[in-house]
Structures are given as structure tokens and as C-alpha cells.
């Protein structure tokens, strides 16, 4: 049975409250720019609920706000109010569905795909370290000051936790 909250009582970490702030274009870009600490300029308004599917037949997925911005770099912002114990393998998920729509069938230049954000927010420390915002790119184990570079970035934002630190410990 689905509880119904006075509006009232919603904050952002609600779906519906959520969706209907970041479909405007100036809140999405505020948000965007506050997480990533540079200026963003939207390309197109943001598109909430979005579906994403390879197949009818096959597994798909509801994103909560996809934008673009006018570089073509895409995000995917997420909020996820409890913990199911599965984001970092559900944003890898999100990450491969976004990347299958990046191309179109037949293109073999794998450079023209669009670097891609995928923003997890939610009101817990889901790796316990302490920190409000853990940032992950690929990197080689035996080299970790190699990057991979593939465009792919996945931010995970604890917004409720208390936190003895910011982004990085010293």
C-alpha cells in the first residue's frame, strides 16, 4: 500500500518532490554545479523518469533525471532513501544501459561517446568512511596514478550521515 505524505513533508530525498524540482532546467544546473564544483550549462531541459532498455524483452531502468550539458557530457542524478545494500552494482547497471544508448548501431568511433555522471544521493555514508561525497573513475591497480579515461564517473553523495570530513581526508 503506497503512503501518500503531505507536501509538506516531502524534502528532496522524495521521488515526486525531486522529479518536479530538477525538471527545472536552473535547479538541475544549480545542483550540478554544487556537486561537481564547476559551472554547468544545460544543453536541454532535464528529463525525469526516464526509461532506458535494450529490449522489450530485457531488464530496464527508470532514471529519476537525466540531463545534458553543453559540452555533451550526460548526468544521471539519483536519490535512493534507504539502503538496499546494491547501489555501487546498480550504478554500474545505470552506467552500461546509458553507454549502450551512446552510439548508434554501427559506429565503431568509441571516442565520440559522451563522458557520463552517474550521481547517487542519498541520506546514508554507504561506504562508512566518513566522508559526504565519494568519487570513483577507473584506475589501474598497478599503477593507481593511471587513469583509465573512459568517460565514466559514478559520485555517491551522503547527505544525512554527520561527517568528520569533506571530500578527501588529509
Sequence with gaps: MAIHK???DLNLL???????AMEDPVIMQTILEIILGRDVLLKYPPQTEKEQRSSPLLRYIRLDVMAM????????T???????G???KRSRLYQGMIDTKLLEPGEVDFDRMNQVYVIMIA??????????????????DED???????GAV???LNTGEKTGQGCRKN
Design 6 to 8: 503531505a507536501l509538506k
Design 14 to 20: 522524495d521521488r515526486f518532490l525531486f522529479a518536479e
Design 69 to 76: 550539458d553543453e559540452e555533451g557530457n550526460l548526468y544521471d
Design 78 to 84: 539519483e536519490v535512493q532513501k534507504e539502503d538496499t
Design 86 to 88: 546494491n547501489l555501487p
Design 123 to 140: 541520506p546514508f555514508d554507504l561506504f562508512g568512511k566518513g566522508l559526504y561525497r565519494y568519487t570513483f573513475r577507473m584506475r589501474c
Design 144 to 150: 593507481p596514478e593511471m587513469p583509465l579515461e573512459d
Design 154 to 156: 559514478r559520485i555517491f
